[in-house]
């Protein structure tokens, strides 16, 4: 009987899979052995990747409805891309939203309803000529990746549709398929009842955007392969047991062989397969088995044969095996034994120039970016991702919470009010069905990878019987791993939907509440750490929380890369863009880019905090040795050298390696060795020791630092310091007081009530003179909190004040002069600004703060000056290398780096404030030629950012290209700046002991000197 498609298959939820096969496992196979060992591209598989003609159609109205009939001319048609966005490559335009549904406001519908007048549609057309190794047997079609619905022609014959976007559809094309060419013809839409339940965080998309391929299989097909390699109690037994179903009885096996190879070749075991009650099982005992785990992730190779009646091999599956057993002991989640620790991160598949059709040159990028910083988890934020990914997992060594493709966020929380009214799929059975379907599809590809611990029921759609149910169909077929939902924290009634506590953003204080009050569950954060912007501040405070509490294990930081994408600017270069860009109404604007990796793949300056805190090897040094703390559940040291480095004044004096094996979950110390002469001189010492990588490994090159401790000490002088010696000549005018010395000028100015003038032999260093500073350029946190509303009269003080006061006093060998000043803020607040020359022409700056109360928190307290755009080129004795702020310091060290000024403007999508370093003891500041100012501390160390623009050119500006061209430097030394924080970006406040309070009295100095 012929299946007639309907449109109406769009909004029915009972229609999500016309004539689509059954989910199966992402195997592969090979004709011969040889080749399966080889592991190439599959000759069985023909790539119909490439161009395909195209029509773009903003309904289904104004679509070419009968395109797909064999007498249809669509040669005058575009070309479009495949695997590709339709957004991305010229039709329509790409929408951001988060969790408002992309129609809120723009049409009054109610689930399962779709906008009838802007639905767009995709007709695609691929001509293809079947290959010959195809010829005269079965064909099928694979669809990797459609988004969001779509149905299928094959020369004018309807094959199929299917829903889901992100798990594979295929189709048999055998009886629709021609000698010579044939016209596949796919039509998308881009709503759908699915797209009801994908309203994940992201960019909203529509089209092929992953792979689609032909395929044939041998005469006898293993169709699906459920591999279990389990272990018992005591994990030193395993047993591999694959359960195959074939695609046909018709013709049967004589037999089925498996043989298991080690890493080294060797065959292991091999087995004969039986066959019972009509099913064909290998199952093998294995003594002593290497086991799998991210530290170590050991993977078996298992080929499995199948010969014909003849007794001739028609068929080989490869399949890489990990031993390794996951489960919950006395409340623990346990691997092979051990209690666990996610060190992870929530991952969207992003490219800025492709969006969701990335390649595996992205995702080669991102195994080796999250080894190499110390991730050991992920979680498919909110979606399951292409096989190739679960692949690198797997060999890399990555615990994977596997995500199926479910979001209904925008049906129950509405501007961060919980709302359920009309949530879907909640108790309706209706929609359970479709919802299942995503389960099935999501555990029938995925479930031979040994990286994926956990399955997740989706994401923030509440809950309810529909999503309990696929939480217990979770647990039927797969006792092997946990299951996972946060969405049961509005709705207590359904809490067994879940094996863990999960939460998201909860503060520091909320989680150990939790633990504190004997709980029943072991509690993970499933998103952490909102790193929108310059964020990720305070992490550590999570971090803490591992080794404080047994049944705190970890989170996943949201999330891994910035969602933006390149597009042109008026004048035709390229820039990153976020939401409301590309005029997409609505829009969530920049509230998609929380990475930690920007959007281009480069490494955002958080990393260095994530690295640091997510080290399993704890380095903890003294003056005499290191303590190391090895978190590692079964990996020793004995693949790292010890090395450890002394310096003085950021100045290397001594540098050896030590060998030092410390057990895992153990802790060890071995003592320096380092000549006595080398702290005899007076002066601050920072020993730092590293973890660096023997050899080179998968992920990274031999000399590779996985980790890295450091401790500061000072040997005290008992000689005093050395006396400036040399005369000073005042002139007091009317308007200025000049300080002459023999080579250099200063000036300040009574009517500017400030320093005007740093002239040293002709070269004048103000550009601006200096002036208090109390507000910084807001950050995507900051506009969370609504910092602009709460302390935005700082912003006006910054701009504005009254010079009260001058005061000159002149004594033997210096000059200085005190410069008094009012705020409109407040008629008690004092600030003073106090500059001290010495005949070398250094000047001593002094700005003391004297607060009062009933004021809002303070953003920084600084001094803040130009520099000609000349005096680019920076060297810190600071905290660094990368940026670093006092809630987001733990990763930073100590030491002397260089970098240009442009480098401090982060790539924050958005401009904010950027570029901080803090315990600077000195910085310089110089053109190319080496001449400039050095700015060093008095006292306490401070904090310092150099910039091409002012906080206010960063504060006015949406985008980078919207920034003025640079004509200076601009130079801002702070006793302190709050921290970034980053608990969330819609509310939550820095950390208390990261603040600024306005009723405090404050002081910091430091001294400028000429170079």
């Given at each position: 009987?012929?299946?007639?498609?309907?449109?109406?298959?769009?909004t029915?939820?009972n229609?999500f899979?016309?004539?689509?096969?059954?989910?199966h496992s992402?195997?592969?196979?090979y004709e011969?052995?040889e080749?399966?060992?080889?592991?190439?591209?599959?000759?069985m598989?023909h790539?119909?990747?490439?161009?395909?003609?195209?029509?773009?159609?903003?309904?289904?109205?104004n679509?070419p409805?009968y395109f797909?009939r064999g007498d249809?001319n669509?040669?005058?048609?575009?070309?479009?891309t495949?695997?590709?966005?339709?957004?991305?490559?010229?039709?329509?335009k790409?929408?951001?939203?988060n969790?408002?549904?992309?129609w809120?406001?723009?049409?009054?519908?109610?689930?399962?309803?779709?906008?009838?007048?802007?639905?767009?549609v995709?007709?695609?057309?691929?001509m293809?000529?079947?290959p010959?190794?195809?010829e005269?047997?079965?064909?099928?079609i694979?669809?990797?990746?459609?988004?969001s619905?779509?149905?299928v022609?094959?020369?004018?014959?309807?094959?199929?549709?299917?829903e889901?976007?992100?798990?594979?559809?295929?189709?048999?094309l055998?009886?629709?398929?021609t000698?010579?060419?044939?016209k596949?013809?796919?039509e998308?839409?881009?709503?759908?009842t699915?797209?009801?339940?994908?309203?994940?965080?992201?960019?909203?998309?529509s089209g092929?955007f992953?792979?689609?391929?032909?395929?044939?299989v041998?005469?006898?097909?293993v169709?699906?392969?459920d591999?279990?390699a389990?272990l018992d109690?005591?994990?030193?037994?395993?047993t591999?047991?694959a359960?195959l179903?074939?695609?046909s009885?018709?013709?049967l096996?004589?037999?089925?062989?498996?043989e298991?190879y080690d890493t080294?070749?060797?065959?292991?075991?091999t087995?004969n397969g039986d066959?019972?009650?009509?099913?064909?099982?290998?199952?093998m005992a294995?003594?002593?088995?290497?086991l799998w785990?991210a530290?170590?992730p050991y993977?078996y190779?298992?080929?499995?044969?199948?010969?014909?009646?003849?007794?001739?091999?028609?068929?080989v599956i490869?399949?890489?095996?990990?031993?390794r057993?996951?489960e919950?002991a006395?409340k623990i989640?346990c691997?092979?034994?051990?209690?666990i620790?996610?060190?992870?991160?929530?991952r969207?598949?992003?490219?800025c120039r492709?969006g969701?059709?990335?390649?595996?040159e992205?995702m080669?990028w991102?195994?080796?970016?999250?080894k190499?910083?110390?991730?050991?988890?992920?979680?498919?934020?909110h979606?399951?991702?292409?096989s190739?990914?679960?692949?690198?997992?797997?060999?890399?060594?990555?615990?994977?919470?596997?995500?199926m493709?479910l979001?209904?966020h925008?049906?129950?929380?509405?501007m961060?009010?919980?709302?359920?009214?009309?949530?879907i799929p909640?108790?309706?059975?209706e929609?359970?069905?479709?919802v299942?379907?995503?389960?099935v599809?999501m555990?029938?590809?995925d479930?031979n990878?040994?990286s994926?611990l956990?399955?997740?029921?989706?994401?923030e759609?509440y809950a309810?019987?529909v999503?309990?149910?696929v939480?217990?169909?979770?647990k039927r077929?797969?006792?092997?791993?946990?299951v996972?939902?946060?969405?049961v924290f509005?709705?207590?009634?359904?809490?067994?939907?879940?094996?863990?506590e999960?939460?998201?953003?909860a503060k520091?204080?909320?989680?150990?509440?939790?633990?504190?009050?004997n709980p029943?569950?072991?509690?993970i954060?499933?998103?952490?750490m909102?790193?929108m912007g310059?964020?990720?501040?305070?992490m550590?405070?999570y971090?803490?929380l591992?080794?404080?509490?047994?049944?705190y294990?970890g989170?996943?930081?949201?999330?891994?890369?910035?969602?933006?994408?390149i597009k042109?600017?008026r004048y035709?270069?390229?820039f990153l863009?976020?939401g409301?860009?590309f005029?997409?109404r609505?829009?969530?604007?920049?509230?998609c880019?929380?990475g930690?990796?920007?959007?281009?793949?480069?490494?955002?300056?958080k990393?260095?905090?994530?690295?640091?805190?997510?080290q399993n090897?704890?380095?903890?040094?003294?003056?005499?040795?290191?303590?190391?703390?090895?978190e590692?559940?079964f990996?020793?040291t004995?693949?790292?050298d010890?090395e450890?480095?002394l310096?003085?004044?950021?100045?290397?004096?001594y540098?050896?390696?030590?060998?030092v094996?410390?057990?895992p979950?153990?802790?060890g110390?071995?003592e320096?060795?380092l000549?006595?002469?080398?702290?005899?001189?007076?002066?601050?010492?920072?020993?730092q020791t590293?973890f660096?990588?023997k050899?080179s490994?998968?992920?990274?090159?031999?000399?590779?630092?996985?980790?890295?401790g450091?401790?500061?000490?000072?040997?005290e002088s008992?000689?005093e310091?050395?006396?400036?010696n040399?005369?000073?000549r005042?002139?007091?005018?009317?308007?200025n007081?000049?300080?002459?010395?023999?080579?250099f000028?200063i000036i300040f100015s009574?009517?500017?009530?400030?320093?005007?003038?740093?002239?040293?032999?002709g070269?004048?260093m103000?550009a601006l003179?200096p002036?208090?500073?109390f507000w910084?350029?807001?950050?995507?946190?900051?506009?969370?909190?609504?910092?602009?509303?709460?302390?935005?009269?700082w912003?006006?003080?910054?701009?504005?004040?009254?010079?009260?006061g001058i005061?000159v006093?002149?004594?033997?060998?210096?000059?200085?002069?005190m410069?008094?000043?009012k705020?409109?803020?407040?008629?008690?607040v004092?600030v003073?600004?106090?500059?001290?020359?010495?005949?070398?022409?250094?000047?001593?700056?002094?700005s003391?703060?004297?607060?009062?109360?009933?004021?809002?928190q303070l953003?920084?307290?600084?001094?803040?000056?130009?520099v000609?755009?000349d005096?680019?080129?920076?060297?810190?004795?600071?905290?660094?290398p990368?940026?670093?702020?006092?809630d987001?310091a733990?990763?930073?060290?100590?030491?002397?780096?260089k970098n240009?000024v442009s480098?401090n403007?982060?790539?924050?999508v958005?401009p904010?404030?950027?570029g901080n370093?803090?315990g600077v003891?000195?910085?310089?500041?110089?053109?190319?030629?080496?001449?400039?100012?050095?700015?060093?501390?008095?006292?306490e160390?401070?904090?310092?950012?150099?910039s091409?623009?002012?906080?206010?050119?960063?504060?006015?500006?949406?985008?980078?290209?919207?920034?003025p061209?640079v004509h200076?430097t601009?130079?801002?030394?702070?006793?302190?700046?709050?921290?970034?924080?980053?608990?969330?970006s819609?509310?939550?406040?820095?950390?208390?002991?990261?603040?600024?309070?306005a009723n405090?009295d404050?002081?910091?100095e430091?001294?400028?000197?000429r170079?």
């Amino acid at each position: 009987m012929t299946t007639i498609p309907k449109i109406d298959w769009l909004t029915d939820v009972n229609v999500f899979a016309v004539n689509r096969l059954q989910a199966h496992s992402d195997h592969q196979y090979y004709e011969t052995l040889e080749q399966a060992k080889t592991a190439g591209p599959m000759a069985m598989r023909h790539n119909l990747n490439g161009n395909w003609k195209f029509n773009y159609s903003v309904n289904p109205d104004n679509r070419p409805e009968y395109f797909y009939r064999g007498d249809f001319n669509c040669s005058g048609w575009g070309d479009i891309t495949v695997p590709g966005h339709i957004q991305l490559q010229g039709y329509g335009k790409p929408q951001y939203v988060n969790t408002m549904y992309p129609w809120d406001g723009l049409n009054e519908i109610r689930p399962p309803e779709i906008p009838l007048d802007h639905n767009p549609v995709g007709s695609y057309v691929k001509m293809f000529t079947v290959p010959q190794n195809m010829e005269n047997k079965p064909v099928y079609i694979s669809f990797q990746g459609v988004e969001s619905a779509f149905y299928v022609w094959v020369n004018g014959e309807f094959v199929g549709y299917s829903e889901d976007s992100f798990t594979p559809a295929e189709f048999e094309l055998t009886p629709f398929l021609t000698k010579g060419e044939n016209k596949l013809a796919v039509e998308v839409y881009q709503r759908s009842t699915g797209s009801w339940l994908e309203d994940q965080d992201f960019w909203r998309f529509s089209g092929v955007f992953r792979d689609v391929y032909l395929y044939t299989v041998p005469e006898i097909h293993v169709y699906d392969a459920d591999i279990r390699a389990e272990l018992d109690s005591s994990f030193t037994k395993g047993t591999l047991r694959a359960d195959l179903k074939l695609l046909s009885d018709v013709a049967l096996p004589s037999k089925i062989v498996a043989e298991l190879y080690d890493t080294e070749g060797q065959i292991v075991v091999t087995q004969n397969g039986d066959f019972i009650d009509g099913k064909w099982t290998v199952s093998m005992a294995v003594d002593q088995p290497e086991l799998w785990s991210a530290e170590n992730p050991y993977l078996y190779k298992l080929y499995i044969q199948v010969y014909n009646e003849l007794g001739k091999l028609v068929e080989v599956i490869p399949q890489k095996v990990g031993f390794r057993r996951f489960e919950m002991a006395d409340k623990i989640m346990c691997l092979n034994g051990k209690r666990i620790v996610f060190k992870g991160v929530n991952r969207h598949e992003f490219n800025c120039r492709t969006g969701r059709a990335i390649t595996k040159e992205d995702m080669l990028w991102d195994i080796k970016t999250l080894k190499q910083n110390n991730i050991n988890a992920v979680r498919t934020s909110h979606y399951p991702n292409q096989s190739y990914w679960y692949e690198l997992c797997d060999e890399y060594g990555v615990y994977v919470i596997d995500e199926m493709n479910l979001e209904t966020h925008g049906s129950w929380q509405k501007m961060g009010a919980v709302e359920p009214s009309w949530n879907i799929p909640g108790n309706k059975p209706e929609w359970e069905n479709i919802v299942m379907d995503r389960a099935v599809s999501m555990y029938e590809r995925d479930k031979n990878h040994p990286s994926i611990l956990i399955w997740s029921c989706g994401n923030e759609s509440y809950a309810g019987e529909v999503i309990l149910n696929v939480s217990k169909y979770f647990k039927r077929v797969d006792p092997s791993r946990l299951v996972h939902y946060e969405g049961v924290f509005h709705a207590r009634e359904y809490n067994d939907t879940s094996d863990m506590e999960s939460r998201m953003y909860a503060k520091p204080a909320d989680i150990e509440n939790y633990l504190n009050d004997n709980p029943s569950k072991p509690y993970i954060s499933c998103e952490y750490m909102h790193a929108m912007g310059n964020s990720l501040g305070g992490m550590y405070k999570y971090t803490d929380l591992e080794q404080k509490y047994p049944m705190y294990q970890g989170g996943f930081i949201w999330d891994y890369i910035d969602q933006s994408i390149i597009k042109k600017d008026r004048y035709g270069k390229e820039f990153l863009a976020y939401g409301g860009d590309f005029d997409d109404r609505p829009s969530d604007y920049g509230f998609c880019t929380n990475g930690i990796v920007y959007a281009n793949r480069e490494v955002s300056p958080k990393m260095q905090e994530v690295k640091y805190l997510y080290q399993n090897l704890k380095l903890v040094p003294d003056r005499s040795g290191v303590t190391i703390q090895n978190e590692s559940l079964f990996a020793d040291t004995s693949d790292y050298d010890l090395e450890y480095i002394l310096y003085l004044e950021g100045k290397e004096l001594y540098r050896d390696q030590l060998e030092v094996n410390v057990a895992p979950q153990s802790e060890g110390r071995v003592e320096f060795i380092l000549p006595a002469e080398n702290t005899s001189t007076s002066g601050e010492y920072c020993i730092q020791t590293t973890f660096k990588l023997k050899e080179s490994n998968l992920w990274a090159d031999a000399g590779y630092e996985i980790a890295f401790g450091q401790f500061v000490f000072q040997v005290e002088s008992s000689e005093e310091p050395v006396q400036v010696n040399g005369e000073l000549r005042v002139v007091t005018g009317d308007v200025n007081i000049g300080v002459h010395g023999r080579d250099f000028t200063i000036i300040f100015s009574k009517q500017a009530g400030s320093l005007v003038s740093l002239n040293y032999a002709g070269k004048e260093m103000i550009a601006l003179p200096p002036a208090p500073l109390f507000w910084r350029a807001t950050t995507d946190n900051d506009r969370g909190y609504s910092q602009g509303f709460h302390s935005g009269l700082w912003y006006a003080a910054s701009l504005t004040r009254k010079c009260v006061g001058i005061e000159v006093e002149e004594a033997k060998g210096q000059v200085s002069v005190m410069f008094t000043y009012k705020l409109a803020i407040s008629e008690e607040v004092v600030v003073k600004v106090g500059y001290t020359v010495l005949p070398d022409g250094s000047v001593r700056v002094k700005s003391v703060y004297h607060g009062a109360e009933n004021l809002p928190q303070l953003p920084i307290f600084a001094v803040s000056f130009k520099v000609p755009a000349d005096y680019d080129q920076l060297e810190w004795y600071a905290m660094g290398p990368e940026e670093n702020y006092s809630d987001r310091a733990m990763g930073a060290r100590l030491g002397i780096f260089k970098n240009q000024v442009s480098d401090n403007v982060s790539g924050y999508v958005m401009p904010q404030e950027s570029g901080n370093r803090t315990g600077v003891r000195r910085v310089s500041v110089t053109n190319k030629q080496g001449q400039g100012i050095k700015i060093s501390t008095v006292a306490e160390p401070l904090e310092c950012n150099f910039s091409p623009y002012t906080a206010f050119e960063l504060e006015n500006a949406q985008h980078h290209f919207e920034l003025p061209n640079v004509h200076y430097t601009v130079v801002t030394v702070a006793g302190k700046q709050i921290g970034v924080g980053g608990d969330d970006s819609w509310g939550a406040p820095v950390h208390e002991e990261h603040l600024i309070h306005a009723n405090q009295d404050m002081e910091f100095e430091f001294v400028i000197n000429r170079i």
